[in-house]
């Protein structure tokens, strides 16, 4: 079946440091989808990409659609205490959202 | 925004009970519902997909006379684990699709931890 991978599985950086999660699916995504669960939390969604090559910026966090549409990525600038928690990539195909094996994020004051 | 409910959100039970978990959109109608579990420090798995009105599409590998569900209004989806056992130990967590707006968007609900003793 559909799988969908995010390295790396976990990252511990200093505030202030910049950091990117990549996700892989093993199919071609009608869109993809990023959220964030902060720890003891559910999901929140943060953002949907759906074109090809897309490239969506939100204040210090920027995400890319793949060319292939087969792969994404989060990339947040000068990370913040507040930015600690799992970030989940979710693809969807066939219909269905199939969630990545997530990023966990530290970030250390 | 969008809000989800679930309750209860935290069930501590016996082996062999049936445990009921119910998610509700609040403030707009959910033509889908989702229900997810989700181990700890792990993904979420999708166990199915229910639309009102309609039987739910269970993911394979989910038994769907363990896992009862009951999407019965547009604002309305339950979850029944029946005769839970400890390996059911899990958080579940529903999330609702809105039929109108953005449709794409999925809004989940704070999750219902589940400990079967």
């Known amino acids: 079946g559909q799988q969908v991978m995010q390295i790396p599985q976990y990252q511990h950086v200093q505030e202030g440091e910049d950091f990117t999660t990549y996700c892989n699916s093993s199919?071609?995504?009608?869109?993809i989808q990023w959220y964030k669960q902060r720890p003891g939390g559910h999901p929140v969604f943060l953002i949907q990409?759906?074109?090809?090559?897309e490239v969506k910026k939100q204040k210090r966090l920027t995400f890319q659609f793949g060319e292939a549409k087969k792969n994404s990525s989060l990339h947040i600038t000068a990370t913040q205490t507040t930015d600690v928690g799992t970030y989940f990539c979710a693809g969807r195909s066939f219909q269905k959202l199939v969630f990545g094996t997530g990023t966990r994020l530290l970030v250390s004051p | 925004g969008a809000v989800v409910s679930q309750h209860p959100s935290r069930v501590i039970c016996k082996s062999g009970t049936s445990v009921k978990i119910e998610c509700r959109s609040l403030d707009f109608q959910a033509t889908t519902m989702f229900w997810y579990r989700q181990f700890p420090k792990q993904s979420l798995m999708l166990m199915a997909t229910s639309n009102e009105g309609s039987k739910a599409t269970y993911e394979q590998g989910v038994e769907k006379d363990k896992f009862l569900i009951n999407h019965a209004s547009l604002t309305l989806s339950t979850l029944t684990v029946t005769s839970a056992h400890p390996e059911d130990s899990s958080f579940y967590i529903c999330?609702?699709?809105?039929?109108?707006?953005?449709?794409?968007?999925?809004?989940f609900g704070p999750g219902t931890r589940l400990l079967v003793l």
């Open positions: 199919t071609t995504l009608s869109n």
């Open positions: 999330s609702a699709k809105p039929g109108t707006g953005h449709p794409e968007t999925q809004y």
């Open positions: 990409l759906v074109k090809s090559g």
